[in-house]
């Protein structure tokens, strides 16, 4: 279910992200950042941007981004790691009304697992730059 009055600023970037190519999506994601930071924290309107930006699958298309290989994602570790803060953001305190089933029980698990698998790649590639660095 669409919500009745749409933030426009995520009507239109939900509107850019379906048009987009693959490719562009992870930076146009980015421009939530920006939506949500300039708006007041604890609010209703804080509330309703989430929940904007819930309905219009941009959350989903986070969580996609952040399953996809980091190197091939323009920005690298940069990007991905602007987008787990947003997805993160997006999710606290977000109210799925009708959707909450569907959102505690496969959206927020999908979204820990893939924190979890970020983490071990970052684990991951920072062990291997240690080895580097005591080989040189």
Known sequence: MKPTSTDPRILS????????PEQNVPVIL???KEIINNTPLG???????????Y???LI??????????????Q???TTISQLTQILSHCCVGLEPGED???????????????????????QT????????????
């Open 13 to 20: 970037l939900a509107a850019e992200v379906a048009k987009s």
């Open 30 to 32: 980015l421009k939530l």
């Open 43 to 53: 609010s209703s309107e804080l509330k309703k941007v989430k929940q904007d930006i």
């Open 55 to 57: 309905c219009y699958d």
């Open 60 to 73: 989903q298309y986070c969580l996609l981004v952040l399953s996809q290989d980091c190197s091939r994602i």
């Open 75 to 77: 920005g690298g570790w």
């Open 100 to 122: 909450a089933e569907e959102f505690y029980n496969e959206l927020l698990p999908s979204a820990a697992e893939n924190f979890l698998i970020l983490g071990r790649q970052l």
């Open 125 to 136: 590639c920072f062990i291997n730059a240690a080895k580097v660095y005591v080989f040189i």
